[in-house]
């Protein structure tokens, strides 16, 4: 019996993760030198502008053993403006390492990944690196690792010559007693054990080690603890025990090997190792072969696939046939004939596969909402040659395919296509892998704030069959009226549903939902309920030794061209409200350079409402509109000295101010123009 241990490492950026990847490759023999951020030679970094920048980018896959463990190391972003690839991840770890520098200490994205681990109850172990390095901490460090990420944490060992090239780690023999204290939270025996081991504080613990290391594992495993290692990933110090570490404390998913045996120990805290269930993974990375052919990366959790086999994916409303299957083993991807639960392969043959699909039966777990606020900003890509404007679509399609951080919109009319961000960073990204892998050189607009539209009341209109200039054969009447913040777009009939055939109903609401993408300000309109009022059609007409009459009758194309007018006009009547996102922000400084941030933020409409000071120190909580945050980022340092410490989160959409409505131009047929609509419904149909 073999074990799979699929592990996440998950830190700010600079804070040595990918480093730490290396070194962890080396110990374990996978690889016999170690790697380069600064050359750009390391294993996992594999995009061009990833060597260049010295960040990660895209998580990247590669194993090695533990004795009968197999870790599949995820190596995974930090920089903010990939935190949708983060997300991804999330939904395939059995356990994370954070990684927190000793000397940087604990940052905002720090904060922001913490939560989210904790949410989701992932197992995470925190890795403290850099102890070699000049200005490294230790006591005070845990101190804010314990106010500002948990409290549930317990250092595994002591610190010697910090901040020098000989810094090292030593694991506590015996286990320290604040593990006791620890643990006992969660453990009623172990409580009645701590409250006699206070009253008797001459005594030795009166819990066996034993007794500690598997309970330390037990709420390790359930994100009810956060075991804390200390080492540097350059000199290498600490990182063996951080190895004992993810073996002895995070859980592992059983697996047979070759087809024979049973199901045996570790693990199987996450639900896994049901290699005979019915087959069920979560596609969280696609990329294209070198003929361009799609590889989908999927972590199975129940189940076996095989060569040969068809899945259905997307619900079962599509099915591919898998045609090749490589499993990750030895540091590398490696061909087999199946992959079973617990384990991530990358499966070919999938050619309509995209990240985030379920391969078989969906899994019902929370953990695969969006944990992750959406992207706020947008801009337009522009090919610096006109003759490469189709190369580009399909480039950035495919490139949609890949990435989850990647939101399309195209634009017929002007033939262009705008990208979702969630930072400027992204550009350099999308800009450097068009150049590198499509040969196509690109340019961007100016970046801009994705806004949406919410209704102000209750609008209603109707346009009747052949009557009062009415050019298609259709009667639709909708009324549309405000619903609660994020219950998404509810359609409803108040007509029979058997007053008409299904198709034109069915034509009416694929349209609705089509058409509020863009409302009258051109925004998407995300929280409505749609009733359709009236329903009517001209029934199927044939002449006497001919066949059917399409000028006569109507069809689906009739429903689709006429909604989208019906429904603008009871957009225009219920009248609609641009909201702009806002972020929630918090800014850590000297307390002595409050005077001269509140400046700052007033200037880029920044709100505080808490003010907390504590000695030399302030905090500051406020709202911020998403299109300031970029300038925050860049004003922040000067008033405080390079001192100031800022975290940003989504929070809400809020009525935009002033008089100025923000306008986005519409890439439909312009429903609110119906001159304009119908000429271009007609050059598009070619009539």
């Known amino acids: 019996m073999s074990r799979t241990l699929n592990l996440g490492i998950l830190a700010h950026v600079d804070a040595g993760k990918t480093s730490l990847t290396e070194r962890l490759l080396h110990t374990v023999g996978v690889i016999d030198e170690i790697g380069s951020v600064d050359d750009g030679s390391t294993r996992t970094d594999s995009l061009a502008l990833e060597r260049q920048r010295g960040i990660t980018i895209k998580s990247a896959v590669v194993s090695f053993e533990i ?25 395939v770890l059995d356990g994370a390492v954070l990684v927190v520098s000793a000397v940087e200490g604990v940052q905002a994205q720090t904060r922001v990944l913490m939560r989210t681990l904790r949410r989701l109850r992932i197992p995470t172990l925190i890795f403290v690196n850099k102890l070699d390095r000049r200005g490294a901490r230790h006591q005070d460090l845990l101190e804010t690792i314990a106010a500002r990420l948990t409290p549930a944490i317990v250092s595994m060992g002591e610190v010697g010559r910090l901040g020098t090239p000989e810094a090292h780690f030593t694991r506590y023999t015996p286990l320290p007693p604040r593990l006791l204290e620890l643990l006992a939270e969660h453990d009623d025996d172990l409580l009645a054990a701590y409250v006699d081991h206070v009253d008797h504080v001459d005594h030795e613990t009166p819990v066996p080690a034993t007794r500690l290391r598997a309970t330390l594992a037990a709420q390790t495993g359930e994100a009810l603890v956060h075991p804390v290692f200390h080492g540097s990933a350059i000199t290498g110090a600490g990182i063996g025990e951080l190895i004992d570490g993810i073996r002895e404390l995070l859980p592992a998913t059983g697996r047979r090997d070759a087809g024979h045996g049973d199901e045996g120990e570790g693990g199987g805290d996450r639900g896994d190792g049901e290699e005979d269930g019915p087959v069920s993974g979560t596609v969280f990375k696609v990329e294209r072969g070198p003929a361009g052919e799609k590889i989908a990366y999927v972590r199975m959790f129940t189940g076996t696939v095989r060569t040969r086999d068809r899945l259905p994916f997307r619900d079962g409303a599509l099915e591919g046939k898998v045609t090749a299957i490589s499993v990750f083993e030895g540091g590398a991807a490696v061909r087999a004939t199946a992959v079973s639960a617990g384990r991530i392969a990358k499966l070919w043959g999938l050619a309509d596969i995209r990240i985030g699909d379920t391969l078989g039966v969906p899994r019902e777990r929370a953990a695969d909402g969006h944990h992750f606020s959406p992207p706020t900003l947008e801009t337009v890509v522009l090919p610096a040659r006109a003759t490469d404007r189709a190369t580009l679509h399909l480039a950035l399609t495919q490139l949609a395919e890949q990435d989850p951080l990647i939101g399309l919109r195209h634009d017929d009319l002007r033939q262009e296509t705008s990208v979702s961000l969630y930072g ?44 009062d200039g009415n050019p298609f054969l259709a ?36 349209t609705v939902r089509e058409a509020l993408e863009q409302g009258v300000h051109g925004w998407r309109v995300p929280d409505c309920t749609v009733t359709m009022t009236h329903s009517g059609y001209s029934p199927r007409q044939s002449h006497a030794h001919q066949g059917f009459d399409k000028s006569m009758s109507s069809t689906g194309a009739d429903f689709r061209g006429l909604t989208p007018l019906v429904l603008m006009d009871a957009l225009r009547r219920a009248g609609t409200r641009v909201h702009e996102p806002m972020h929630r922000f918090r800014i850590d400084a000297p307390a002595d350079t409050l005077g001269a941030v ?22 500051l909580e406020g709202l911020v509109p998403a299109a300031q945050v970029h300038g925050l980022e860049q004003r922040l340092p000067g008033p405080t000295g390079g001192e100031g410490e800022l975290e940003t989160v989504f929070d809400h959409y809020a009525p935009v101010g002033g008089t100025a409505v923000p306008e986005r131009p519409r890439t439909d047929l312009n429903p609110l123009d119906r001159k304009e609509y119908l000429l271009n419904l007609t050059r598009r149909v070619g009539v």
Do not use: W
């Open 67 to 91: 004795d009968d463990l197999t870790v599949n190391l995820i190596d995974t972003p930090g920089h903010p403006d990939f935190i949708a690839e983060v997300e991804r991840v999330l939904n």
């Open 598 to 619: 509140l400046p700052v933020l007033a200037a880029l409409r920044a709100v505080p409402r808490d003010t907390r000071t504590s000695g030399t120190a302030v905090r």
């Open 475 to 510: 009667t639709v009447g909708l009324r549309v009226e405000p619903a609660p913040v994020g219950s998404g777009v509810a359609f409803r009939l108040e007509v029979e549903l058997g007053s008409m055939p299904y198709a034109f109903f069915k034509a009416v609401e694929d």
């Open 424 to 467: 400027e960073v992204q550009k350099e990204v999308v800009q450097a892998t068009l150049a590198d892998e499509y040969g196509i050189d690109v340019t961007f607009r100016e970046t801009t704030t994705i806004c949406v539209e919410r209704l102000a009341g209750v609008g209603a209109a109707v346009e009747f069959n052949k009557k």
